[in-house]
Every structure is written in C-alpha cells, then in structure tokens.
C-alpha cells in the first residue's frame, strides 16, 4: 500500500505570496491532519479534516486554511507569505482520526522557504 | 490543556549501551500516548503507542515505553543502541474527544556514538 505522500516536496516563495501544499493519503483513509515544524516552536497541530468537513483546528491564524476533498485528498493554503512561515508542513493520514483506535501516518513533508 | 514535555533537548549514547528518553504529560484523563521517530529529511514513524491495558507497551525496532500514571510519564526504553538509533524522538498525547490531533514534545535528538 502507497505511504502518504506530499507534493511538492520543496517550495521558495517571497513575502506576501501565496502557496497551497497538497497531501495524498494512505488509501481508504479518511482523516488527514496537518502540522507545522520549525526549530523554535515545534511540531504545532493546524487542523484535521475527516469526510471533507473540518473537524479540529489549531492556533494558527486565519491566512491558514485548507479542505478536503470527496477522495480524501487534502490541500492547505497559506496567503500572503510571512517569513515565520518558513517551516517544514506535514500532514498525517487515518482511517478515522481516532487516536483512541488508529495510528496516523505521517507523510515526508513539504519544506516551505520565505524569502 | 494537553501538554507534553521532552527535559532532554539532545542525548549522546554509545553504541551498544542502554537507552532512556524522558516524556511528562499533562492531562485531566487518561491520556492517548506516543512516541515517534524521525528521521532527518523524513516525516514521522511512529514507534509505539499506549492506550489502555498493560503499562509497558513493546514497539518497533526494539523500543518499549512504560505509562506511569502517578508520574505522568511515558518513558522510550531501548537496551541497547545501533548506530542507525540516531534521530529525533517525538513524544505525542492525543484525547478521545479531539479527532486525529496531537500535541507533540519539543523532541529529543539522540546522537550514537561509535
């Protein structure tokens, strides 16, 4: 079975932009989560999505975005680029998004450049 | 508010020696835990996870974690080490009532020393 899989896998863009990041999950799986990562803040959850509707959302500020698509793919949206933005983003896919019951599986990730 | 704290910012072990990454959780219930790996240039694997039952929980690659309720922690145990060891150790808590999300540990990074 195909692993999760982010496209692209490196990206530089200039402040004030905008990118959008895409994540392909494990077949059958229904939920997909994203995170950011960087040396000063860590792995910081941004949202889930599960059936195309958002479920959980994160502590981030509303130039982040994403959606879920009716295959389970999702995109997320980051408009007008700050520097602080520079992060590497994951997105983790499971069957249900139930850590009580499923393992999320993490895909290689997408490192984003702010210049 | 779920809370995860790694004390050890980075670890240096020898080869062939034993093992310990400290995890600390805050958490009202009994929390969902986790330990991952990663690797450098790569996502998250995870190693093992707890979510009920027996408190000493085998992973992959030769890990083990014990949940310690009365010391809020999850321990990453590992006998002895192989040079391919070295990454960083994420510890994660999630909770029944918030989907797929995870609240990660800073990390730790595990130097292998030959």
């Known amino acids: 079975k195909a692993g999760v899989t982010q496209t692209p896998r490196y990206l530089i863009k200039t402040r004030g932009q905008q990118v959008t990041l895409s994540c392909s999950p494990i077949?059958?799986?229904?939920?997909v989560s994203w995170y950011q990562q960087t040396p000063g803040q860590g792995l910081q959850f941004l949202f889930e999505y599960f059936s195309e509707t958002q479920r959980n959302k994160g502590n981030f500020p509303g130039r982040f975005s994403g959606r879920q698509f009716s295959n389970s793919r999702s995109e997320m949206n980051v408009s007008t680029l700050e520097l602080g933005d520079s992060a590497l983003y994951l997105c983790a896919s499971s069957l249900a998004g139930q850590t009580s019951t499923d393992t999320q599986y993490f895909g290689p990730g997408t490192r984003l450049t702010v210049l | 508010a779920q809370s995860v704290t790694q004390p050890d910012i980075h670890i240096t072990v020898s080869e062939g020696a034993s093992l310990e990454l400290r995890c600390n959780y805050s958490y009202g219930a009994t929390p969902y835990l986790f330990w991952y790996v990663q690797s450098p240039g790569q996502g998250l694997q995870l190693l093992l996870k707890y979510f009920s039952g027996d408190t000493l929980v085998q992973g992959i690659k030769g890990f083990e974690a014990e949940f310690k309720r009365s010391q809020s922690s999850f321990n990453l145990r590992k006998p002895s080490v192989h040079w391919s060891d070295a990454a960083e150790y994420f510890c994660a808590v999630g909770a029944y009532n918030q989907g797929g999300k995870l609240i990660f540990g800073q990390g730790t990074e595990l130097s292998v020393k030959p």
């Open positions: 077949s059958g799986h229904r939920s």
